[in-house]
Every structure is written in structure tokens, then in C-alpha cells.
């Protein structure tokens, strides 16, 4: 060890010196009087230090220490900027952190005369002490010390455990979990007794392992700290953990020795009652991501120990009424806590994986639905639409399409059932779910809000295939700069240079990912017109930041406060400020944004849906108005086959003319228009010519216009003209997309 006192190397330093005398200059000219610095170069430690040429990094630490110490950081830095050069690695850094005592390179880090370097190197160094201390090899090597013979052995053991905090928790749950290593067991219980409350989260943690023997561990750690912060892991340990095992006994053991009694059941179901309506509530009332983060502990298998992870508050509050939800489902007295389960566990599923579908198999909320049945799975629905928790309400809906009937859509009033309502819901994903749910059922009796479905249907097929932003703005040269500006973050931006032409394009389009209003935009007062796009359930969740001056800047943040997803944002001066107050608007927004790949999945879908529909005659919706929403739909390759089908089911001459000019357009690919013509062939042979003759004219000029086109485009033209001619005769040709 080199650790010495800075006494004690003064004093040897000095001894070391050679007689002033002996390295006095020749008399020579008279010169300027010399300053108490100049003296002090003469000073013996100081010509000790340098002329033993110190080169280990250990001497140059050594030196640089007593030079700071002497008060001559400019002799210092030479030889700190030598120590800096040889770039030592982690494992060096560590040594020298061995070999001193911290407080050497914190008054490094507080040298001002030394520069920034000094900081850096002594961060450098005490970085890796703490890295070294949490190396898990030498951990167990410490652990394993806490058996040596020697007492002074064992109580450095436990102290440089004691340093490495957390990190030592997964080593010391091995050694716990051991029993080769039974020896070890009483002298690891102390030490946790010797962390106490400091170790409460990773032990808590280390109760969701996988192997049973270590969570028992950290049962009975937990209990000889005797924590009363993990009550709530204990308890639901205990509940959720098979018969007879040794986690179940060890945390049932604790819980005892913690409470002083075993829980009852009525105990047990009250305290998870009550927790999960609260971690619920709480998370419903703080579910922006801009909400501060909390900190929490979670087991990580593969390194073996807890992992401390930052999550958004509400995040943590549902994963936590998630756990709840599961054991309260255990120990259920009645429907009324099977309900509640059921709620909290689809919450946390659906609040982790909002755009998947729920994983099924055992074990999962989606079995326990199954198990439970319809009754329990809407009762969840209603109690989650009633209380605003539209994750839990979305899982539900999704799962009564699957395990439901339309007799779920049958009421004995005029109001809707629970699914046909939340058709009407604001949140996205709650009412695509719904419709999605309801169509699976192909129900054939008509139902109170049936007519919402094709409404719901067209706006969420009416996609540009784009990502899409909204800018509202008196001046349309700036709406216009705005939207360039929009693009370079990769938004398609469309613009309204009044508030009823903005609500109106906002409406009609599902791929609106934020909009940015001026607060002097034209028409109904902005204020005015957000409440508008809340009271729609198409606009509810719409994005919105509200661009103002400095002196509106107040005003704007109250009406913002009051208003879900709107924020108040400095008017936009340039790309870098466009891109952080977007990314501030999305940070507000947070998971609640469906994301771009998510709307193209729902577009999907309910082309799928308006394709089954129009396939068939006599159903219960009317398909009369969805055609506009469907031909933007058409243009999207993706979407063309799909959107091509239903427009040729649809009964409308306009379905007939947008089929026919995308046949005709030479500027889409030919597959593409090869699509358009099948399509206007079945159309013809379901509904007959619904062309004007001013329209068949223009196709057949089309035609003698397009001699010097290529030959695939002259077939088509020419099938088309075949078409109107022949009127269905031959066989049906392919439809398209299949």
C-alpha cells in the first residue's frame, strides 16, 4: 500500500535533500532581489521532489500531491499533463485509487491553478475505483473474506462491500443462495443488516427472480433488515408464488417477522384494493411523459443483480398496479375484485405495448380474460371508460372481439351498448378497437350506433400514407415557411389560414400527427377552436402547440393548462427551435401519440372492414359517403389493390370515374393501373356503365391520343374502352390485390 500521511512524505522528502549550500550558483553579477516565490524554489522538499525524477504513475501522483501541498502548482502541472499522456487504462485508474485515498484526488479536482485537466484525470480515476469496487468477480472475492480467521480481514471485507452499494446485492444474494457457501450465510445476513434501508429497492427487485432460491435470498435479507417498504413485494410474493415453495415460505416467514403477524386475507385483499385504485388514479391524473421521472429497481437475470431504471412516474404506477392487479386476482373475494384485477393487469399490458396486440398464453391478463368470461371482460370496459382508463378500456375492447357476440350490442334502452359507446371515445386506439371488435362480430340485426361505424371506418381509411402535420396561421407566406420547415423533420405539412378551414382538414385526415396554430389565427378564437376539436372524437387527441408572443405567453400556458395535449410555445424562428418545441410537444404527448406506423396498420385494417362490407348486399351500413376517404386511400401503393376493390363494390359513378382516371393516369406506375382497370371491369359487370357520355367520350380520346404510348398502357386503355363496350361479357378477370 502507499498510502502514507502528507506529513510523513514531507519529512522523507526532505531528508533526501542534499545541503542548500552544496547547490549554490558561483557569485555572480548582482541581480533584481528575489521574491518569496523565487526563495521557495530553493525550498529542499521541492528540489527532493523533482529530482527523483518520478515516472510510475504511482511517483507522479506522489509528486504532484506534495507539490500542490507546497503551494507550487506550476512545478505540478508538467507532471500531471506527463501522468495524463500515458492514457492509463480502467484497470490502472483503479490501481491508483487503491494505492491513495480519495480525498488525494478530490483536492486534485479542486486545484484551479492545475486547469480542467486535473478535474478530468481525478474523475477519471474515481470512476474506475467505483467500477472496480463493482466488478462482480471482486466482489465475490471480498465476500468470500468474510469467513477469513482474521477479524481485521473480515471487517475491510465488509467495508469495501458496504462501498459498493447496490452492486453488491446480486453477489451477496449468490452467496445467500448457496448452500456450499453456508458458512458465509450469518456474516452476509449482517451485512445487509448493515446497509439497512439502502438495499430495500434491489433486494425488492431481486423477489421477481426467476430462480426461486435467490428470491427466497432476498426474502429473507428483506426480513433481517425488517423494512416495512416491502410490504407490498412481500405480500404479493407471497400470494403469487406456487405452494410450497421456498420464496412463498420465505416471504411469508418475513412478512410475520416484519408485521408481527401473519396478514388475513381480508387484510391482504383491502390493501391491494385500495393500492391499485389509488397507483390507477395517479397515473391517470399524471400520464404526460413530461411528468417527473421516478426511480425503481428492476431484476436483471443476465447481469445476475438489481438495475436501477428511471421511468416516467405514471409508467411506474402502472406497472406497480399491474403486479397488484395479479395477485389481487389470486386471493379475489367476488366479481367485484376479479374486475378490478382483471382492469389493472390489462392496463399495464396495454400501457407497456400500446400498438401490439395483447400476448396471449398462461400466465397472461389476455388467459385471464378468457378464464373469467364476457360479463367480467365488459364489466371491465365500462368501469374503464367510466374512470378514464382508456389503456385498460382499449385491452377489453379488443378482447370482446374475439370472445364476444352481437348480442353485446343489444340494449334494452336507446343508449348504446359499452362497446358501440366507445366508438365514440376521443382516445384513437379505444375506438378503433371498438369498431375493429364490433365488425368481427358481423352482426345482422341493426343496434343503437350503428351508423358511427362507417364514419369511424372512413376516417381511419382516409390516409395520405404520409406522416402529417397541421399549420394554422393568418399569413399564408408564413403558414407556407412553417410547413418547409415541418418538412425537413419529415412531416408531409398541410396549411389553414383560419380556424374553421383548419377543423375542417383536421377532420377529415387520420395521419395528423401535431398541429401548430398562431394564436392570431383568423376565425373562432383559438381557444374556441380547440374546444371544438375536443368536443370530436376524430380531433380529440390532436396535438397542439400554440404559438405566441412574449406578452401572451402567460394567458396562452392557462388556457393550455386547462386543455389536454395543447402547449404554449414561442413562435417558431428557425429549424432548431421548430425541432425542439416539437420534440417538447411529443414529450407532452408521450405515449398517447400513435405513432405513424400505427395509423397505417389501423388504415389497413379498416379498408379490410369497408371491403368485406361493400362485398356484400343487404348489411346494415350504409357505404354511400365513404368514397372520398377512400380514393385518398387509393394512392397509397400500399393501400391501391385493397381501395380499388371497394371502390369497385361501391354503388356510386363516382367509385367508377376515379377508377377509370387511375387506369388513365400515365404517371403512376403500369401495375398500378393495371389495378384500376380490373377493378373498373368488376364495378361494370356488379353495377353496369355509370359513365357519363361526356366521360365514355373523354376515355375513348384518351385512347386515340396515347397511339405513340407504349404498348401496356395502350392495353389498358383499350380494356377499359372494351369494358364500357362489351358490358361484363367473358369471364370475370382476377380481383385486384389477390
Not at 622 to 629: C, G, N, S, W
Request: charged share 25%; aromatic share 4%; glycine share 6%.
Amino acid at each position: 500500500m502507499l498510502r502514507r500521511t502528507l506529513s510523513f512524505n514531507l519529512l522523507f522528502a526532505t531528508s533526501l535533500v542534499l545541503p542548500l549550500s552544496a547547490a549554490e550558483p558561483a557569485p555572480g553579477p548582482a541581480a533584481a532581489a528575489p521574491t518569496a516565490k523565487d526563495l521557495r524554489f530553493d525550498d529542499p522538499a521541492v528540489r527532493s521532489i523533482l529530482e527523483d525524477h518520478p515516472s510510475t504513475p504511482a511517483e507522479l501522483v506522489r509528486a504532484v500531491t506534495l507539490l500542490i501541498e507546497l503551494d507550487r502548482p506550476e512545478l505540478a502541472k508538467p507532471l500531471l499533463a506527463k501522468l495524463v499522456d500515458m492514457k492509463l487504462d480502467a484497470k490502472a485508474l483503479a490501481a491508483l485509487a487503491e494505492n491513495f485515498d480519495s480525498a488525494v484526488f478530490m483536492r486534485l479536482a479542486r486545484t484551479a491553478d492545475l486547469g480542467p485537466q486535473a478535474t478530468e484525470f481525478a474523475d477519471a480515476v474515481l470512476a474506475a475505483a467505483a467500477q472496480a469496487r463493482r466488478n462482480p468477480a471482486h466482489l465475490a472475492g471480498l465476500i468470500g473474506r468474510l469467513a477469513d480467521p482474521s477479524d481485521a480481514v473480515r471487517r475491510r471485507a465488509a467495508g469495501e462491500i458496504r462501498a459498493a452499494r447496490e452492486a453488491a446485492v446480486g453477489p451477496l444474494l449468490a452467496a445467500l443462495a448457496d448452500p456450499a457457501r453456508k458458512n458465509l450465510h450469518p456474516a452476509v445476513l449482517a451485512v445487509f443488516t448493515q446497509f439497512g434501508e439502502e438495499v430495500v429497492g434491489p433486494l425488492a427487485a431481486a423477489l421477481q427472480s426467476p430462480d426461486d432460491v435467490v428470491a427466497a435470498a432476498a426474502a429473507h435479507a428483506l426480513g433481517q433488515i425488517r423494512s416495512s417498504a416491502a410490504t407490498a413485494d412481500l405480500l404479493a410474493v407471497a400470494i403469487t408464488s406456487e405452494p410450497h415453495t421456498a420464496i412463498r415460505e420465505a416471504a411469508s416467514e418475513t412478512l410475520e417477522r416484519i408485521l408481527g403477524h401473519q396478514p388475513t386475507l381480508d387484510e391482504k385483499r383491502e390493501f391491494f384494493r385500495s393500492d391499485i385504485q389509488r397507483l390507477l388514479e395517479w397515473a391517470r391524473k399524471h400520464r404526460s411523459l413530461a411528468e417527473a421521472t421516478d426511480s425503481t429497481w428492476h431484476w436483471d437475470s443476465k447481469l445476475g443483480g438489481s438495475v436501477r431504471v428511471e421511468m416516467p412516474a405514471a409508467d411506474l404506477a402502472v406497472e406497480t398496479a399491474g403486479r397488484y392487479g395479479h395477485a389481487l386476482a389470486k386471493i379475489a373475494d367476488g366479481i367485484s375484485d376479479e374486475r378490478l384485477a382483471l382492469l389493472a393487469e390489462l392496463m399495464a399490458a396495454k400501457y407497456a405495448a400500446p400498438n401490439e396486440p395483447l400476448a396471449s398464453g398462461p400466465g397472461t391478463p389476455r388467459a385471464a380474460a378468457d378464464q373469467l368470461g364476457v360479463a367480467v371482460v365488459e364489466g371491465v370496459l365500462i368501469e374503464a371508460q367510466t374512470r378514464g382508463y382508456t389503456w385498460a378500456a382499449t385491452a377489453a375492447a379488443e378482447i370482446l372481439g374475439d370472445v364476444g357476440s352481437q348480442e353485446l350490442l343489444a340494449t334494452q334502452s336507446a343508449a348504446p351498448s359499452p362497446l358501440a359507446q366507445a366508438v365514440r371515445s376521443g382516445d384513437r386506439r379505444l375506438r378503433f378497437a371498438a369498431v375493429d371488435s364490433i365488425l368481427r362480430f358481423h352482426p345482422t340485426r341493426s343496434f343503437t350506433g350503428a351508423g358511427t361505424i362507417v364514419d369511424a371506418l372512413s376516417f381511419f381509411a382516409a390516409t395520405t400514407g404520409s406522416r402529417r402535420a397541421l399549420v394554422g396561421h393568418p399569413r399564408l407566406a408564413r403558414a407556407e415557411e412553417l410547413a418547409s420547415l415541418l418538412a425537413t423533420l419529415g412531416y408531409v405539412a398541410d396549411v389553414a389560414t383560419n380556424s374553421r378551414q383548419l377543423m375542417d382538414l383536421a377532420s377529415h385526415c387520420p395521419d395528423y400527427e401535431l398541429a401548430l396554430v398562431d394564436v392570431s389565427l383568423a376565425g373562432p378564437p383559438v381557444d374556441d377552436m380547440i374546444g371544438r376539436l375536443r368536443r370530436d372524437p376524430r380531433t380529440f387527441d390532436l396535438p397542439i402547440g400554440v404559438m405566441v408572443g412574449d406578452d401572451q405567453r402567460k394567458a396562452a400556458e392557462r388556457m393550455a393548462a386547462t386543455m389536454p395535449w395543447v402547449l404554449a410555445i414561442p413562435r417558431i424562428a428557425d429549424e432548431p427551435s421548430l425541432r425542439f418545441e416539437v420534440d417538447r410537444i411529443r414529450e407532452v404527448v408521450g405515449r398517447d401519440l400513435v405513432p405513424h406506423e400505427a395509423r397505417q396498420a389501423q388504415a389497413a385494417a379498416a379498408l379490410a372492414h369497408l371491403a368485406n362490407l361493400a362485398d356484400f348486399s343487404g348489411h346494415l351500413f350504409l357505404l354511400d359517403h365513404v368514397t372520398p376517404a377512400v380514393e385518398r386511400a387509393l394512392y397509397v401503393p400500399a393501400f391501391t389493390p385493397v381501395a380499388a376493390r371497394v371502390l369497385a363494390d361501391l354503388p356510386d359513378a363516382t367509385a367508377q370515374r376515379i377508377l377509370v382516371d387511375l387506369a388513365s393516369a400515365t404517371a403512376l406506375p403500369l401495375e398500378t393501373r393495371e389495378i384500376g382497370a380490373v377493378a373498373f371491369g368488376r364495378s361494370v359487370r356488379r353495377h353496369g356503365v355509370d359513365l357519363t357520355g361526356l366521360e365514355i367520350k373523354k376515355q375513348y380520346d384518351r385512347y386515340n391520343a396515347g397511339r405513340l404510348l407504349d404498348e401496356g398502357t395502350l392495353k389498358i386503355l383499350g380494356s377499359i374502352l372494351d369494358t364500357i363496350e362489351n358490358r361484363a361479357n367473358g369471364p370475370e378477370p382476377p380481383e385486384p390485390g389477390r
